[in-house]
């Protein structure tokens, strides 16, 4: 959600819904506005992209195949590494092929979001090894 443009609207909750929203946002540390937005659009995600599952993790909230512990990321860097064959990435990881193609259409659709992942995990990889990620 780089994005920090915001449309206004205007709505309302039923009381309980909105005091489980307040008390996870004080969980959370984020606001509630923060948090209803987070919902909302992983909810449109999930719609759009029904195998795709969200997880909070060291590094932050990623999204993931449903049932699987990698991120798409990882699928991701899988995929690449078999040359974008879905079926020698599924092989790879023991997983059907559907879940690889489900996580390359999240992907598609959300590029910068995985790419930065990738990039992000490259980065601590390399930092780790003495070099510059761009080298790797």
């Not at 996870?24 to 992209?49: N, P, S, V």
């Amino acid at each position: 959600m780089a994005d920090v443009r915001r449309v206004h609207r205007s709505f309302r909750l039923r009381p309980g819904t909105s005091e489980r929203l307040a008390r996870r946002a004080a969980e959370t540390g984020e606001t509630y506005t923060a948090l209803a937005e987070r919902f909302i659009d992983e909810g449109l995600r999930r719609q759009d992209h029904p195998a795709i599952d969200f997880v909070d993790g060291p590094a932050g909230r990623r999204a993931r195949i449903v049932g699987t512990g990698p991120g798409v990321w990882e699928l991701g860097e899988v995929l690449r590494a078999h040359d974008g064959s879905a079926q020698r990435t599924a092989d790879y990881l023991d997983i059907p092929v559907s879940l690889v193609e489900a996580a390359a259409a999240y992907y598609a659709d959300h590029p910068e979001e995985i790419d930065g992942w990738i990039d992000l995990n490259r980065s601590v990889a390399a930092r780790r090894r003495g070099v510059s990620h761009r080298d790797v």
